[in-house]
């Protein structure tokens, strides 16, 4: 059992918005920005795409943006393209001595 | 860069062993802490432990092995090391060592390749 809450699966056609959840508590989600979003495609490992919430590293594209609103936070992709069906996971820091925590995953299709 | 070392296959009852040799950076950086994840169908990411340096070496586990496991750097040959004690089945899983330098805070931005460890007789 994951400790942050993602839905399964959602879809998409290209061109098309998705937008995945990250549901915690107000020990982890809700209480820090220190919220990252990794990519993973199969059988290699992940790929940093969102950090402290709405941050994104040097090299991801702007099509892929975080939000938080309290205890959830939230990872869109805009513009839908083929490459960006993978699983991905939220983070997020706990406060506690098991630093962070991840969420269960999520899989993009594109349709 | 990170790169991945260790035996693919343990015996239950006895310890998991892994390197992780690290390019580009220092495991001695001031600005940086060195993780290991753990990737499993039944458990998903589960981070681990992590290892960094703040004019001394510092380590922090997660409490679900911390009773079982170490990280130890080794700043001579800028590694670090994992060791998990006493592993069953339920550890069989994708280990990574990850990096997680300070200016993300909290996110991990270079991964080793991943090792598939085993825990079977």
């Known amino acids: 059992q994951s400790a942050l809450t993602q839905p399964r699966s959602v879809s998409g056609s290209p061109g098309q918005s998705v937008t995945i959840s990250c549901t915690g508590t107000?020990?982890?989600?809700?209480?820090?920005?220190?919220v990252s979003w990794y990519q993973q495609h199969p059988g290699k490992a992940p790929k940093l795409m969102i950090y402290d919430v709405s941050d994104r590293p040097s090299g991801v594209p702007d099509r892929f943006s975080g939000s938080k609103s309290g205890n959830t936070a939230s990872l869109t992709i805009s513009g839908l393209q083929a490459e960006d069906e993978a699983d991905y996971y939220c983070?997020?820091?706990?406060?506690?001595?098991?630093?962070?925590?991840f969420g269960g995953g999520t899989k993009v299709t594109v349709l | 860069q990170l790169q991945q070392s260790g035996p693919g296959l343990v015996k239950p009852s006895q310890t998991l062993s892994l390197t992780c040799a690290v390019s580009g950076d220092s495991v001695s950086s001031e600005s940086a802490a060195w993780s290991w994840i753990r990737q499993s169908p039944s458990r998903g990411l589960e981070w681990l432990g992590r290892t960094y340096y703040r004019s001394k070496w510092y380590n922090d586990y997660a409490e679900s092995v911390k009773s079982r496991i170490t990280i130890n750097p080794d700043a001579s040959k800028n590694q670090f090391s994992l060791q998990v004690s006493s592993v069953t089945p339920e550890d069989t899983a994708v280990y990574y060592c990850a990096r997680d330098p300070e200016w993300l805070r909290d996110a991990f931005d270079i991964w080793g390749q991943g090792t598939v460890v085993t825990v079977s007789s």
């Open positions: 107000s020990s982890d989600v809700g209480a820090y920005k220190e």
């Open positions: 983070c997020s820091l706990t406060g506690t001595n098991t630093r962070v925590v």
